[in-house]
């Protein structure tokens, strides 16, 4: 992983290979410092400008008073972290579940589940553009599965959601797995930094949620294949105007209410890594823009305990190579009917049936 930040960053933001996502996020910031704001900087190399929340720029700021290469190094060092951190809590969690024995230790869960990641694509787009998706699915994942009903539970799920929309999904999931602390912390955190940003700078926050964030279309190349969320799927079918919209609108809702069941189900069964996993499907296939660096959740999918009759290890494993496949090879048509299968047509088991 190191050797691979360095390289990215060696390779600079206009090669070939450099961290255009990155290139962003800091030309934004920089646009910030001189006045400029944070909304009129667009990439030269890529045309995109800068899309989320005033608070996610404020947090990277630290990252402008070094040189590019040296902020690539740290940037990337920093995703192979949150890669390893994903990879042991999620091991850690499995290993107490697992029925079929080859993983019912925390050492072998932790680092097969860390080959998966490694050779999947969401990983490899995400070290290709410098994105931030692996830094919130380690804090959603770390409060979730490790910090349970203590204190500060909810509080690392608030700031993904206020570095990026995208999470807050996972704040009714607190909700549903009975723990109400948390989800009025995961609210009460992301209010105080939303507040925070907006004392920062009024005229970027305002900027923001009154306009930025209903911008959808504005985004580089919206519609194709590697995003894989429902609303550029029907795009890509021909579907557009008002037929698009209401065909998105009720299955959308379809999905995100059996995907909820389905979690709640298995938070009260005790597994809140299928919920996890359900629920990110989810977002994926919900959210208007699911890039491949955001499908990190799919990548997990294959640690989830289907439940087939005959409860055989050859099925699970049969599911895991084809889950692992999708999201490995260049398959990304196939991987909207993934989210959809994973947030609400694969039965999970839960442990009881173990």
């Given at each position: 992983?190191?050797?691979?930040a360095a390289y990215h960053a060696l390779?600079?933001?206009?090669?070939?290979?450099?961290?255009?996502?990155?290139?962003?996020?800091?030309?934004?910031?920089?646009?910030?410092?001189?006045?400029?704001?944070?909304?009129?900087?667009?990439?030269?190399?890529?045309?995109?400008?800068?899309?989320?929340?005033?608070?996610?720029?404020?947090?990277?700021?630290?990252?402008?008073?070094?040189?590019?290469?040296?902020?690539?190094?740290?940037?990337?060092?920093?995703?192979?972290?949150?890669?390893?951190?994903?990879?042991?809590?999620?091991?850690?969690?499995?290993?107490?579940?697992?029925?079929?024995?080859?993983?019912?230790?925390?050492?072998?869960?932790?680092?097969?589940?860390?080959?998966?990641?490694?050779?999947?694509?969401?990983?490899?787009?995400?070290?290709?553009?410098?994105?931030?998706?692996?830094?919130?699915?380690?804090?959603?994942?770390?409060?979730?599965?490790?910090?349970?009903?203590?204190?500060?539970?909810?509080?690392?799920?608030?700031?993904?959601?206020?570095?990026?929309?995208?999470?807050?999904?996972?704040?009714?999931?607190?909700?549903?797995?009975?723990?109400?602390?948390?989800?009025?912390?995961?609210?009460?955190?992301?209010?105080?930094?939303?507040?925070?940003?907006?004392?920062?700078?009024?005229?970027?926050?305002?900027?923001?949620?009154?306009?930025?964030?209903?911008?959808?279309?504005?985004?580089h190349a919206f519609t194709p294949s590697?995003?894989?969320?429902?609303?550029?799927?029907?795009?890509?079918?021909?579907?557009?105007?008002?037929?698009?919209?209401?065909?998105?609108?009720?299955?959308?809702?379809?999905?995100?209410?059996?995907?909820?069941?389905?979690?709640?189900?298995?938070?009260?069964?005790?597994?809140?890594?299928?919920?996890?996993?359900?629920?990110?499907?989810?977002?994926?296939?919900?959210?208007?823009?699911?890039?491949?660096?955001?499908?990190?959740?799919?990548?997990?999918?294959?640690?989830?305990?289907?439940?087939?009759?005959?409860?055989?290890?050859?099925?699970?494993?049969?599911?895991?190579?084809?889950?692992?496949?999708?999201?490995?090879?260049?398959?990304?048509?196939?991987?909207?009917?993934?989210?959809?299968?994973?947030?609400?047509?694969?039965p999970f088991r839960k442990p009881a049936?173990?």
């Amino acid at each position: 992983m190191t050797a691979l930040a360095a390289y990215h960053a060696l390779h600079g933001p206009e090669g070939v290979h450099g961290l255009d996502d990155l290139e962003v996020y800091l030309g934004a910031v920089e646009s910030f410092k001189q006045g400029d704001g944070l909304y009129t900087f667009h990439s030269t190399d890529i045309g995109d400008g800068f899309t989320y929340p005033p608070f996610a720029a404020f947090t990277i700021i630290p990252l402008t008073f070094v040189p590019y290469t040296w902020a690539a190094v740290l940037w990337t060092c920093t995703c192979a972290a949150c890669t390893v951190i994903i990879a042991v809590v999620v091991g850690r969690h499995i290993a107490k579940k697992w029925p079929y024995g080859v993983l019912d230790d925390s050492a072998s869960s932790s680092g097969l589940v860390f080959l998966a990641i490694s050779i999947s694509a969401p990983l490899a787009s995400n070290l290709r553009f410098g994105q931030i998706s692996l830094l919130l699915c380690a804090l959603v994942i770390v409060d979730v599965l490790c910090l349970g009903r203590t204190r500060a539970a909810g509080v690392l799920v608030g700031i993904a959601t206020a570095i990026k929309l995208t999470p807050l999904i996972f704040i009714p999931l607190l909700w549903l797995a009975g723990r109400c602390r948390a989800t009025v912390m995961a609210v009460g955190t992301f209010a105080l930094c939303i507040l925070g940003a907006w004392a920062v700078s009024p005229a970027e926050s305002e900027k923001f949620w009154f306009s930025v964030v209903f911008q959808v279309d504005a985004v580089h190349a919206f519609t194709p294949s590697g995003n894989i969320s429902l609303d550029a799927s029907l795009q890509r079918l021909g579907l557009h105007g008002n037929a698009h919209t209401a065909i998105w609108a009720m299955l959308c809702l379809a999905v995100l209410v059996v995907a909820m069941y389905r979690a709640a189900q298995a938070c009260r069964a005790g597994d809140h890594f299928a919920a996890l996993v359900i629920v990110g499907a989810a977002s994926l296939v919900v959210s208007p823009i699911s890039w491949t660096h955001h499908q990190i959740w799919l990548v997990l999918a294959p640690f989830v305990v289907v439940r087939w009759p005959d409860r055989r290890w050859t099925a699970q494993a049969a599911w895991a190579a084809a889950v692992l496949a999708i999201m490995s090879l260049s398959l990304a048509e196939v991987r909207p009917l993934l989210a959809i299968a994973v947030a609400a047509l694969v039965p999970f088991r839960k442990p009881a049936d173990n």
